[in-house]
Each structure stands twice: as structure tokens, then as C-alpha cells.
């Protein structure tokens, strides 16, 4: 059955919209497949013919459904049609707007770029009841839908999943909440840094003797995008054999206690409490940590006793593979202050550059410390096309981190550029859902779409 279902072009068939209260909506019939699997033959772009309704904003719901984008899904992202998505006013900086653009303000945000492109923007408002029975009849039509909004805030636009669940039984709805559909905590708001504070992130970043902090950028907010983007693939595949959606209940909170990974397992296996924050140091591997150079920081990754042989030659220092207190890692580990001072004291004598040049081909693991616009012009990142240059119709060229992931046949990446607020109203409007341009218009006026 299953080879059928992905080997079938995709079909139409017209069908009866009804609100919930059982009587036929503003708009009464729709065209609608019966699935979106892409055919056998189109192998570039993994989720082309897949909709995908983006009820998200600000980081973790847009980075999935951007991820869904990046494999070909085509995704329409729907925004408050005054004000969008909270990061379009989050700067500086912004993309700022080509001379004779005819556009006007600070530009379009880097913030929402990061994570928007491959969409399309409808402005809408679903707090006007055609705002709501345009959503309907795009669910009827859609495969996934994705929304970070308080459990049950939905509820009263009839946009939850029981309710849109009985207009498309095969859509796959996925809710990313702070804490969780259930829980004592499922009614908090929750952004990244709460999480990382509340669930353990926070006590374990930052260096050995001072607070604790954030993790430079929200680890949490794009490992819960990344966990929701996979959990839907998985509930694609499910329908493939069963025909039937469902509901994906994904959390920060939780996503951020399964990435504690090693750190949780050793603290569940001894039942001690972790300990607290190493900097860029190993609690169990000397030297593994970074160092101060003439110039910068450089770090080195000693991780066995070899290694830590060929990091001694490199500094000039054979002797200590020899040294008791340094010849093995446990008492490396014991005298840790000693040696890291005594490595540190050699590569402050150098710039990162001649460090870089005397490991270069030695086996040691080592690496510069750099900050994010030399990595964005690091030769590594440039060569594995890991930034994109691309046209956009009011700011003119920009730069954008490209998907991450090589594949043999496949072919994601970058097609469109982020959208302006309400960019593709009426092309949705008219072409998704099937409005004339005076209904579309009137919508206009009545303020439920932009």
C-alpha cells in the first residue's frame, strides 16, 4: 500500500468546508489532493509538493519550518498583518531598503532573515472570523501545520487540533510550547533563556569561578526547531502507512533536558550533583581547553596520551611527555593549574596564526578561537558553500548562512529570499484558497488580511 501511496500522482477531488458549528463556511469548496509525496523521478528537493501552514514566530518554529523550506516544502507563514512576526522589529541590524525602492523605515531585520527564507507571507488576522475559515480552507489543503502559541489560546479561533483535525484527519499539527501540553508548568511562557536557566543549560556554561550565562546563541530555541522538523518527518512517514495525522507536542524544556546528554546520564548513573561550569575546559581530559596567544586564543584538545605527545613536541616541551606529574592524563587532571599555566605562558609567545602554522598536518586536534565574522569568511566555511549570496527586490544583495547538509542526490538550499510582511497575500488568497480580487480587497478593508 505504501508504494502505492508514494507512487500515485497527486489527485483532486473537491470537498464541503463546514465551520465547527456545522454550517457551510464563507468559502465552500476547495481543491484538494489526496497526498503530497513527491514522485520517484524528483529526487532534488525531498518535500516538494508538501504545504506547510508556519503559525510560528521568532526562532524555534520559524527554524523548522525554514528547514521544511530548505527540503522543498512550500510554506506559508502566517503574520499579524500590522505588526508580523516579533523579529521583523528586533535590531539592529537591518537590511536597509535600496535607494528608489519606494519603501521606508530601518529596513528589513536580520534577526527575522536568519530563519524565514523559502516562505510565503500572509497577512492575516485570525481574530476575524473570514481570518478564521481562511485557515480552514488552507488546512483542508495542507500536510503540516506548526504553532508555538499557549496550549489552548487556540482553542477560542477554533484552531486547535480537534477542532482542524475534522476538517483534514491526514494533517500533521505540531505545537512548540516552553513547557509542554501537560505538566504543571504548561501554562508559563517560556523563551530560550528561561529554559536554559530552568533546565539545567545555565548552571553548567560559563567560566569555572564566575556566574553562570546563556549560551552565546538560543541553543535552545533551534535544538527544539531541530527535534519538531525531524518529529514531523517521522509523522510523514507514519502517515504514509496509516493515512491518518496527528499531533506533535514538543517543548523547550523537554528538548533541553534530552540535549543534556552525557552531563544528565552521569548525573542520573551517580546520583551526584553536576560540576558547575569548566569554560572551555574538559572535567576529566587536560589539556582540552583554549589558550591566550599573542593575539587571540587557540585551543587544543589533548584527549589521550598521544596526543598530549605530540602537543608537548609542538611546544617545544618533549620533556613533559616523560614528566610524572604530566605523563598520563590522571595526573594531568591532578595538576591541571600547573600545566595549563605552563601552556598558556609558551602560547602567549606566538600569534594563533604561527600556532595555526606549527600543528598544521601534526594529528593534534587544535583550532582558532574566532569570532562570527571570521568564521563567516573562514576559507573551510566558504569552500562548503555554507554562505549564499541572494537578490532581494528592496534591499539588493545579501549574505545568508546556507542549509547545512550535502547530499548525493538531493539538492536543498536557498530559493527565496525572506518575505516582506504580506508579500504573497493575494497570490495565497487567490490562487490557495480561490478569492476573486474584489473579495480579496474587501478582506483588505475589513483589516482581516494585509
Known amino acids: 500500500m505504501t508504494s502505492y501511496i508514494l507512487n500515485r500522482s497527486i489527485a483532486r477531488a473537491s470537498r464541503r468546508i463546514v465551520s465547527p458549528n456545522g454550517r457551510p463556511s464563507l468559502f465552500c469548496t476547495i481543491r484538494r489532493r489526496t497526498f503530497a509525496d513527491v514522485s ?70 536580520a534577526y527575522f532573515f536568519a530563519v524565514n527564507r523559502n516562505k510565503k507571507s500572509l497577512g492575516l488576522s485570525f481574530q476575524h472570523k473570514s481570518g478564521v475559515e481562511i485557515l480552514h480552507k488552507l488546512i483542508a489543503d495542507s500536510d503540516i501545520l506548526v504553532e508555538n502559541y499557549l496550549p489552548s489560546s487556540l482553542k477560542k479561533y477554533n484552531m486547535d487540533y480537534e477542532t482542524v483535525r475534522k476538517i483534514n484527519p491526514r494533517l500533521i499539527y505540531a505545537s512548540i510550547t ?69 499531533h506533535i507536542d514538543v517543548a523547550l ?18 546520583g551526584e550533583r553536576d560540576q558547575g561550569r569548566w569554560g572551555t575546559a574538559h572535567p576529566s581530559i587536560v589539556p582540552y581547553q583554549s589558550y591566550k596567544t599573542k593575539d587571540g586564543d587557540i585551543l587544543f584538545g589533548g584527549g589521550n ?17 616523560t614528566d610524572v606529574k604530566f605523563s598520563v592524563n590522571a595526573e594531568r587532571v591532578a595538576n591541571r593549574l600547573e600545566l595549563d599555566s605552563l601552556i598558556e605562558k609558551i602560547t602567549k609567545e606566538r600569534t594563533t596564526k604561527e600556532w595555526l602554522d606549527v600543528f598544521e598536518g601534526s594529528g593534534l586536534p587544535y583550532a582558532a578561537v574566532n569570532d562570527v565574522l571570521d568564521t563567516l569568511n573562514h576559507e573551510h566555511v566558504l569552500a562548503r558553500g555554507m554562505v549564499k549570496e541572494m537578490k532581494h527586490e528592496w534591499c539588493g544583495d545579501i549574505k545568508m548562512v546556507n542549509t547545512p547538509v550535502k547530499y548525493s542526490e538531493s539538492k536543498p538550499g536557498i530559493r527565496s529570499v525572506p518575505p516582506m510582511l504580506g508579500q ?21 478593508e475589513e483589516g482581516a488580511v494585509r
Not at 524528483?42 to 518554529?61: E, F, I, N, W
Not at 598521544?306 to 618533549?318: C, E, H, Q, V
Not at 497570490?427 to 483588505?444: H, M, Y
Request: hydrophobic residues 35%.
Open 178 to 246: 516552553g513547557y509542554g501540553q501537560t505538566g504543571p508548568y504548561s501554562s508559563r511562557a517560556g523563551y530560550d533563556v528561561m529554559v536554559e536557566a530552568e533546565m539545567g543549560l545555565m548552571h553548567i556554561t560559563g567560566s569555572r569561578d564566575g556566574p553562570p550565562v546563556k549560551v552565546g546563541v538560543a541553543v535552545t530555541d533551534l535544538a527544539t526547531g531541530l527535534y519538531t522538523s525531524n518529529s514531523i518527518m517521522a509523522a510523514i512517514i507514519a502517515r504514509a502507512r496509516t493515512g491518518r495525522g496527528q
Open 424 to 444: 504573497h497575500t493575494d497570490e495565497v488568497l487567490r490562487d490557495l484558497v480561490g478569492l476573486s480580487e474584489g473579495e480579496i480587497e474587501r478582506l483588505k
Open 253 to 270: 524544556s523537554d528538548c533541553q533536558v534530552a540535549t543534556l546528554a552525557n552531563i544528565a546520564s552521569s548525573c542520573l548513573i551517580s
Open 40 to 109: 520517484d523521478d524528483d529526487t532534488t528537493l525531498p518535500l516538494k509538493g508538501y504545504k506547510v501552514l508556519d503559525m510560528t514566530r521568532v526562532l524555534a518554529g520559524p527554524y523548522c519550518t525554514q528547514i521544511l523550506g530548505d527540503l522543498g516544502a512550500e510554506v506559508i507563514k502566517v503574520e499579524h498583518p500590522t505588526r508580523g512576526d516579533d523579529t521583523r522589529a528586533w535590531g539592529p541590524p537591518y537590511a536597509k531598503y535600496l535607494p528608489g525602492s519606494g519603501k521606508e523605515g530601518k529596513g528589513e531585520s
Open 305 to 321: 596520551d598521544r596526543l598530549f605527545g605530540l602537543l608537548s613536541d609542538g611546544l617545544g616541551r618533549p620533556e613533559w611527555k
